[in-house]
């Protein structure tokens, strides 16, 4: 039984509460719930994971910010073609002190998903957010970018006006921008267009969250020539956060609530909020050159084989 | 001068006799595949013909019928672009893993060497262009793509230092799939490193030149390949960062005609120029006189 059918028969249990009065069985169900929720929303497979990170009604990157950021001033446009909706970008208050955030924007609706291209961006959003990380390393601000995209998005005008470009000159470019970048993997973290905005001093992963090279139908369709694997593809992948700690290519995991952000938001917010404080203040005392050859190094170091050391048999031939 | 480096291309051993290549088992040489039969004949894909495989080479690998650049060996590369036994092989003894655990995956790599004659899709080293040093690294297409896993991502950040050590220009021949599926998460962080290993040869004021062959496609067009100071491209080559399939699917349409080709990109200003693969040597020769003040 996967997560969506599980989260079902809590919600038709939840159902049941409101309808009754008697205080004993409302006790008795609540418990029941409180069981059901600990026994079998936990252990979560890597496909489950997924649903969850794409579950319609997980929280929004707008959602994090109204909640975690005060005085959001969303900044529009790459000064060069137009504004890309799928990645929104601006500066707000977090407790007190100015930020630049960077966050795609998934929909919750259909309209909302068309609006911002069910955030797989465009070039020019790429390159919109470089232009605004520029600003914050111009007047000293951390950058926090939340993560949470299928990918780039495959088409056309993308194509033609250089998505591929304008991803390597991110990439490029926040390796040494000179203020403590921290991001946030919130849903799903797909390919280029993640990593677009991830590279990151922090890279943190809300615990449902997955961060992946493609999308586990991508995957399935190109190793196994079947996009109907995705669910072995996700399981094979290693996309989840736990795995990604493992590997040493993130450095936290948030918690979730049980069943997922969507449950509780307000408990996700305030530990997403908790982690950014502590991540930001221990970039307090440290000067732009340490910051941003931490980021190099941490990059510069991934990478996972083995090397044969020639140099080590000096005057050894063949 | 051009006739002397095609008189060498047949020499393939000789050119390799260089103390780092001496550790190789066997030298880099240009493998037996099943589409050239005993490397006699060389069938053109794009327009069926069949030429004799001696005339191919010293034509460069370009179809003399329609004008069709091949996708070259690594070493064929070397061969039509360095000066006679300039190269000098570095970077050698990575070994691949398999960190995913994908079924196959290192038999795969197995066979791709033993095909291939190569360790993984990419190899660098020192190299002269008309008597000017440079730093060259070359993507074989051959070797399960050109794909950028682990290995390949080390390497050509290795190649980026070397050059950063050396001083020297750095040029670049990609040929590639993209990132490597097999190993995840880890072939796409290759991109953040070797765009940074980059930035940094940038921030050092050396010359990057980076030649766009075909196909030059996904991971590798968003990260190393798409950040040259001059960026060339080959002819015809399919550049582009999602598969033709995939924008296919997605979008619902027909492509138009000549779409992620190299002229188109040039046409919307992603590509410096479009060089025939004849003019490449003299043309890459050409840009490194003018840089050899370096930026200072």
Known sequence: MDILKKEKKLIKLEEELIELDDEKKIESIKSKIEDYKHGMMQDLSAWDRVMLARHMKRPTSKDVINAVFDDFI???????FGDDKAIIGGIAYFNGQPVTIIAQQKGKTTEENIESNFAMPHPEGYRKALRLMKQAEKFNRPIITLIDTPGAFPGIGAEARGQGEA?????????????PIISIVIGEGGSGGALAIGVANEVHMLENAIYSILSPEGYASIL???AKKAKNAAEVMKLTSYDLLDFGVIEGIIKEPIGGAHHNPT???EAIGKRLQQSIESYYNRSSYEIKTARYTKFRKIGFFQRFNYDNLKGVVK | MKRDV??????????FKSKTVSYRKKPLQSAKQPDVPKGLYEKCQSCGKTFIAKDMIKNMFVCPSCDNHFRLRAIDRLNITVDPHSFLEKGLGYITLDPLFIDGYEQKVADYKKQTNLDEAYIYGYAQIESIPCVIGIMDSHFMMGSMGSVVGEKVTKSIEYAMVKRLPLIMFVASGGARMQEGIFSLMQMAKTSGALKKLDEQG?????VLTHPTTGGVTASFASLGDIILAEPNALIGFAGPRVIKQTIKQDLPEGFQRAEFLKDKGMVDKVVHRHALKDTLHTILKMHQGGSE
């Open chain 1, 167 to 179: 991803i390597a000159r991110n990439l490029f470019e926040m390796s040494a921008i000179e203020v």
């Open chain 1, 224 to 226: 196994w020539k079947d």
């Open chain 2, 6 to 15: 095609l008189k060498n291309a047949f020499d393939k051993q000789r050119q």
């Open chain 2, 206 to 210: 050396l010359l990057f030149v980076s």
């Open chain 1, 267 to 269: 408990q996700t917010y």
């Open chain 1, 74 to 80: 969303e900044l529009h446009g790459d000064r060069n």
